[in-house]
């Protein structure tokens, strides 16, 4: 559980090439689906501060692999890695998704966020009963993951280009959210707007939802207290300790 | 080499503190390293009752560095001392930091936390820069300053008590001698220095609360040279911080005549940084041939000497 130095095996960027596709050498631990890595180049030397939390897309002895869109100056660095170069990592952390062996399960991904369903596509983790629906923006080439979870969950993807797609894809995230019902579960990770909508959507049907937060974080580890979440309790809590994955009722939605 | 510090009332095995607010409890970074292998750990700063801090962001990524308005987030000084205190390692030296709005509320406080056996000495905060009462209010005025300091060491049941200095002042040795005079036994500095980051873009600050504490190798030379002035004004010991991420930093501070160092950013920037600079240092200081830290503690040759 230490922190470990992993070798760069492969990166490739995707027919998008903001879209990038990350292999480190194999860690030797075990994550669950929802949980995080931290990952720091050692080539962000002194100037940038902060390792980068990044869902675990696969780790199994092919090594650990991450699929990231460039946003900011530390994407552009992980994105600039070359095959041998050396990456700080420290995980697996973070509370994942809460799953059980019952279904149905909706899975509800808004661009990258769909790399934080990888491992639900693996034959550790498959869901009973599971159908995911994904949004974005980018074209759906340029998520080549989309195609390799898809091969293992039932799958639909709806491109959203223009405000009216938006309001259609929040009709349909409403439609399957209500048909899913107060017996089924809702797993969503996506942009923080797509987040708030599903949360609205599940307490309004009272159908039970859990979502992965992507909030601003510093160390990963609970110490400088940078990511944390305001419970439905008022409390403000580290979200890489007490989530990334939080049970939406857990939280505060005004 | 004997990599001991001594100091009065505290024996650290080697130089290196994890800072206050940069390592939670300790135990957040347990199964990171061996907490029994640091010189001693400075916990998260405690107030008397729990506190939920500022509005997010309220962190912010700046070229070798970081801004941070947390707002003193704790959990209050009784879950410390009845939910996380017991199960720091006995091993290891625990320095309580400590904030309040008053100097009768930092004497309550300090009377609480120095009866507690496993505390071997207090930090008294009067540096964040992110509160609205107390903090930096109490660093930046000598009067305020001599009172909250008088008020800890008559309260800390004979325990050291250090006081962490605010770089945001214009004179930082006037203060450092204030401390001194109203019995400080120690002084830690520097705490961050106030700085901002804005988004072009969206036209708003970076942080919620507008403004935060600067801290990581960015100030390190700020850091330093306040150090060094300072450890020439008292002849209380010193302990450094600002910056410190690497073996030849902590020897830096030590040149210019820090006793200790405590090393904060350097953990966000991997969380078992504390434990590799303990061997790396200790490697170091083999390397220049010292056998112990006082022959090479503030021996800088002094410029134009």
């Known amino acids: ?254 | 080499m004997d990599t001991t510090v001594h100091l009065p009332g505290l024996t650290l095995k080697n130089p290196i503190i994890p800072a206050s607010g940069t390592f939670g409890y300790g135990l957040e970074f347990a199964r990171y390293g061996d907490l029994r292998r640091l010189g001693a750990i400075c916990v998260k700063g405690l107030s008397r009752s729990p506190r939920q801090g500022n509005p997010t962001p309220r962190i912010a990524e700046t070229p070798c560095g970081m801004l941070n308005s947390i707002g003193l987030q704790n959990v209050g000084i009784e879950e410390f001392l009845e939910k996380k205190l017991p199960f720091l390692p006995a091993e290891v030296p625990i320095i309580a930091n400590l904030y309040a709005q008053s100097a009768e509320e930092f004497a309550q406080l300090t009377s609480q936390v120095a009866t507690a056996p496993r505390i071997a000495a207090v930090e008294i905060n009067v540096s964040c820069p992110n509160v609205r009462q107390g903090g930096v209010q109490f660093g930046q005025d000598p009067a305020a300053l001599a009172e909250v300091t008088a008020a800890v060491v008559a309260h800390a049941a004979g325990k050291p008590v250090i006081v962490k200095l605010s770089p945001n002042v214009t004179d930082i040795t006037v203060m450092a001698r204030t401390a001194q005079d109203a019995g400080a036994t120690m002084l830690s500095l520097i705490n961050t220095i106030t700085g901002m980051a804005v988004d072009i873009r969206t036209r708003t600050p970076r942080l919620a609360t507008g403004t935060g504490g600067l801290s990581g190798p960015a100030i390190k030379p700020i850091a330093l040279r306040m150090v060094h002035a300072v450890a020439k004004a008292v002849s209380i010991p010193v302990i450094g911080i600002g910056g410190i991420s690497t073996a030849e930093d902590v020897l830096e501070f030590l040149l210019v005549g820090a006793h200790a160092v405590q090393v904060g950013t350097a953990s966000f920037t991997r969380p078992d940084r504390v434990f590799t600079l303990v061997d790396e240092v200790t490697a170091l200081a083999e390397s220049l041939g010292l056998s112990s830290w006082e022959e090479f503690r503030g021996t800088l040759k002094e410029a134009g000497q």
């Open chain 1, 1 to 254: 559980m230490n922190a470990l130095d992993l070798t760069v095996h492969a990166i490739r960027p995707g027919p998008d090439p903001t879209i990038v596709d990350l292999t480190l050498s194999p860690p030797p631990w075990q994550p669950k689906p929802g949980q995080f890595v931290m990952l720091r180049p050692h080539q962000f030397g002194h100037e940038l501060t902060w390792g980068r939390p990044l869902s675990i897309y696969r780790c199994d002895t092919n090594g650990l692999r991450v699929v990231f869109q460039v946003i900011g100056r530390g994407t552009q660095r992980l994105a600039a890695l070359r095959p041998g170069d050396t990456v700080a990592a420290w995980g697996p952390l973070g509370r994942g998704f809460q799953t059980k062996a019952s279904g149905p399960y909706l899975l509800l991904a808004g661009g990258i966020g769909l790399a934080a369903f990888g491992l639900f596509a693996t034959a550790d983790h498959r869901l009973p009963e599971s159908e995911l629906l994904f949004g974005h923006r980018l074209p759906l080439e340029a998520y080549p993951l989309y195609a390799e979870i898809a091969s293992a969950i039932p799958c639909e993807a709806k491109r959203q280009t223009s405000p009216a797609d938006i309001e259609d894809f929040a009709q349909e995230l409403s439609r399957r959210i209500q048909a899913l019902g107060p017996k089924g579960m809702v797993l969503c990770c996506g942009p923080t707007p797509m987040l708030r909508a599903v949360a609205r959507l599940c307490l309004e049907h009272g159908v039970p939802g859990q979502v992965s937060l992507e909030n601003r974080m510093g160390c990963g580890v609970g110490a400088c207290l940078g990511c944390v979440a305001t419970t439905a309790t008022g409390e403000r809590v580290p979200s890489c300790v007490h989530g990334p994955v939080f049970d939406i009722r857990a939280l505060a939605w005004d």
